[in-house]
């Protein structure tokens, strides 16, 4: 997926082609749902803003006038996020530890288990994360990272790998910053 690629599919939907959306989509949903995890931090919640975020991008694509496509639908998914997240935020939370026989559990998750991810986005930079969110888990090369962040490929390259060594200590325990 490139920035050509895309842009020539938003084309092709403007143009009537409904089958570009499916293009849109395949090219774009795991930044997507990276983009809005990261702001609501539960996974159900992310895929239904994520859901949001393709119905609120196909009703207003006549109002895209073109561009970066992916910066565009992150957008929308920020946005989409935050509304989300502030929506949640209102409900009342729940102990589980003293209320969890009415839930049907007392354990919580374990610490492990909220995974590597959430540990590398507090540890990251935002652009870092989303260099190694895009590289590694959405498989983009790291061409197409830099031109969908208007970058050179050797600063994607050396922010990825940075990113990666860093992690790497976090995980091995040897965090000497």
């Not at 409904?18 to 774009?28: C, E, N, Q, V, W």
């Not at 565009?72 to 589980?96: C, G, H, S, V």
Request: charged share 30%.
């Amino acid at each position: 997926m490139t920035k050509e690629s895309l842009e020539q599919a938003v084309t092709r939907l403007k143009s009537g082609d409904k089958g570009a959306f499916d293009y849109i989509y395949d090219s774009t949903y795991k930044v997507v749902f990276f983009v809005v995890h990261s702001v609501v931090r539960q996974r159900e919640t992310a895929e239904d803003v994520v859901q949001d975020v393709y119905i609120t991008a196909f009703r207003n694509m006549d109002k895209f006038d073109g561009g970066n496509t992916l910066a565009w639908l992150t957008t929308i998914a920020k946005r989409l996020a935050l509304n989300a997240y502030k929506r949640n935020k209102r409900e009342k939370p729940t102990d589980f530890q003293t209320d969890g026989e009415k839930y049907g559990s007392t354990e919580l998750p374990s610490a492990e288990s909220m995974g590597l991810i959430a540990e590398a986005e507090k540890i990251l930079s935002s652009e870092d994360f989303e260099i190694v969110v895009m590289c590694a888990i959405a498989g983009y090369r790291r061409r197409e990272v830099a031109k969908l962040m208007d970058m050179p490929v050797s600063t994607v390259t050396h922010r990825y790998t940075t990113a990666l060594k860093k992690l790497k200590r976090i995980v091995d325990g040897v965090d000497d910053e």
